[in-house]
């Protein structure tokens, strides 16, 4: 934030001072304006014949609006978490979890795949890795639900045979989508490894996957291991579709909840607070593996430095920062904007430089 | 194959919905994008605080999530219609659904694009006493824009393929993803073939956008 103020205004003057406040009062203004048609919009206040607005009864919680404490109690009784929510949040996790495990699995597979000696086994995990990126996460799903009529229609397998439960069906299509972005994101970790490192590799004798295994990939995980936390993110909040083929993860649970209590609008308000509050947590996590990222990163690539010339340093961890995030802007990644979120972080490091210098010194 | 081909009608008229779901939401999420940007970078704290507010919530809730509010609460619950045919209310409201979605991440590219630019660019702007609106009109937004044309381009492919949401209970927009739903429960054709061409029409749609946007990204870089 620090950073951005600099580049677009100077420190305010009088004027500049005295405008602010005009703006920050006409912001203020219509926000409160929008606050209130929020409210009475809530209140079914546009849905009557709409009394005068400086009628306090017009204010006043309309027992049929949203606003009323019957359609907000349900969530103040235990039984609303203990039956509902915590379930739903128990069945979403699980998804999340083993989605992520396996997706870092196909990423790796699929990524090394795609930096192989042999042509075709470049060219398969390419061809995997665009199609299962290219194409909905939904009809992913969709498809894998409708794998027993395949095994059917293709093999005369008979119904009934085996089942996919929805449970499989999102891990399958949350593996399989974010396993093929995770690839890509480990392909330009491994790329963004400095070139001395392998040429030093083959130098002392070692073999391609001695050097991939021991030399790139460990060095490739630590780099990009924001871009992946983000990426769990995404998986996260992708688990969420298992709402629409009846897996019963989070969001259905508040659905269900909402059908019996007749609050459609408070259990949407609760339950995207939840998701809120896991997507943010994960995101710190993110920040500040980047932060401890960049500040490891200096004393492992830039040894030479160490005579302690701070402004060298600073821009040369810049540079290193660039080469990580760029490999991924150019990629026409679905979701690169993920990617692009540890860059925001990147403008909190260079307001740290300040406190960073006395690190470099140390190193 | 021929079961299928059969009813490329159904599969066109599906992706002609996806399409039209992706460039109204596009467009409304590109305006709002930016003028969530604009607020975000501005000098009023207040500004500053209500965008990131927005922008961070909404970032980090479920697109289905989304979807469902506008469909199941605004739509349904609160009784708020936007046109007169089911068809179209459900329509326009998966179109705001999405945009709103949308926006926050046309805003963080954006914000990324806007950090890329050198310092030395806007103290020029500021000497030569450009005001902050006609410093951000014609030194940073020009600039902003070239360098996030790449990632943008990657927020219109998520954009297409998260269309598919709006097929969602609630909205029900009768897109591709919904079609093909319905062509395997009816059981008109294999549903293997079905899948693959759904996912091929999808790949017509999403792979040219990324090699264009690479293209035209490269072309128009700010060489420094």
Not at chain 1, 134 to 159: D, E, H, K, S, W
Not at chain 1, 220 to 247: E, R, W
Request: aromatic letters at 10%; charged letters at 15%; proline letters at 6%.
């Amino acid at each position: 934030m620090s950073a951005q103020k600099s580049v677009l205004f100077d420190a305010p003057g009088p004027r500049a001072r005295a405008r602010n406040v005009v703006y920050t009062v006409i912001t203020l203004v219509l926000f409160v304006i929008g606050l209130a048609v929020l409210y009475l919009g809530f209140n079914d206040y546009f849905r009557g014949q709409r009394p005068s607005l400086f009628d306090p009864a017009t204010w006043a919680v309309n027992p049929s609006g949203e606003w009323t404490a019957d359609k907000w109690e349900p969530f103040l009784r235990p039984g609303t978490w203990t039956d509902y929510v915590l379930p739903g949040l128990r069945n979403t996790l699980t998804a999340a979890l083993t989605a992520s495990v396996l997706a870092i699995v196909f990423g790796l597979v699929f990524g090394i795949g795609r930096m192989s000696e042999r042509w075709w086994i470049r060219v398969a995990s390419g061809a995997v890795v665009e199609f299962f990126r290219g194409i909905p996460l939904l009809i992913l799903i969709f498809f894998t639900m409708a794998l027993p009529i395949v095994a059917y229609q293709l093999f005369a397998i008979p119904p009934g045979t085996f089942q996919v439960t929805a449970l499989a069906a999102v891990v399958t299509g949350l593996t399989l989508y974010n396993g093929s972005v995770l690839a890509e994101v480990f392909r330009a970790g491994v790329l963004a490894v400095p070139k001395g490192q392998s040429e030093a590799a083959q130098a002392i004798g070692m073999t391609r996957s001695q050097n991939m295994w021991l030399i790139l990939i460990p060095q490739a995980i630590t780099a990009m291991m924001p871009a992946i936390v983000a990426q769990l993110v995404v998986l996260l909040k992708d688990s969420a579709l298992g709402y629409i083929v009846a897996f019963p993860e989070m969001l259905r649970s508040f659905t269900l909840l909402a059908t019996r209590e007749g609050n459609v609008i408070p259990a949407a308000i609760i339950c995207a607070l939840i998701y809120i509050a896991i997507n943010l947590s994960l995101s710190r996590v993110a920040i500040w593996l980047e932060r401890r990222n960049s500040s490891r990163g200096r004393t492992s690539t830039k040894p030479v430095d160490t005579e302690g010339v701070s402004a060298r340093a600073d821009t040369s961890t810049g540079a290193a920062g660039t080469v990580a995030v760029e490999p991924t802007v150019q990629e026409p990644l679905p979701d690169t904007l993920r990617e692009d979120g540890p860059a925001e972080p990147g403008d909190d490091d260079a307001g740290d430089d300040g406190d960073d210098g006395p690190r470099d010194g140390r190193g | 194959m021929e079961a299928f081909l059969s009813n490329i009608d159904r599969v066109v008229d599906g992706f002609s919905w996806t399409v039209r779901l992706t460039l109204l939401s596009a467009l409304f999420s590109f305006v709002l994008g930016i003028l969530l940007t604009a607020m975000r970078v501005s000098p009023v704290p207040l500004l500053r605080g209500l965008a990131t507010a927005y922008v961070e919530s909404i970032r980090n809730t479920p697109l289905t999530l989304v979807l469902l509010f506008c469909g199941l609460g605004l739509n349904s619950a609160l009784g708020v219609h936007l046109s007169g045919t089911v068809a179209l209310d459900v329509f326009w409201w998966a179109v705001i659904g999405l945009s709103a979605y949308t926006a926050c991440f046309v805003s963080e590219s954006l914000r990324a694009g806007i950090n890329t630019i050198p310092l030395g660019q806007v103290e020029a702007a500021r000497s030569l006493g450009l005001t902050f609106t006609q410093n951000l009109r014609l030194i940073v937004i020009p600039q902003a824009l070239r360098a996030v044309i790449g990632p943008l381009g990657s927020v219109l492919i998520a954009l297409t393929k998260n269309t598919t949401v709006a097929s969602v209970a609630g909205l029900g927009v009768q897109e591709a993803s919904r079609e093909m739903k319905l062509m395997f429960d009816q059981g008109v054709a294999p549903v293997l073939p079905t899948f693959l061409g759904f996912a091929i029409g999808f790949l017509i749609l999403t792979l040219p956008t990324g090699y264009f946007f690479g293209w035209l990204s490269k072309r128009v870089a700010v060489v420094r």
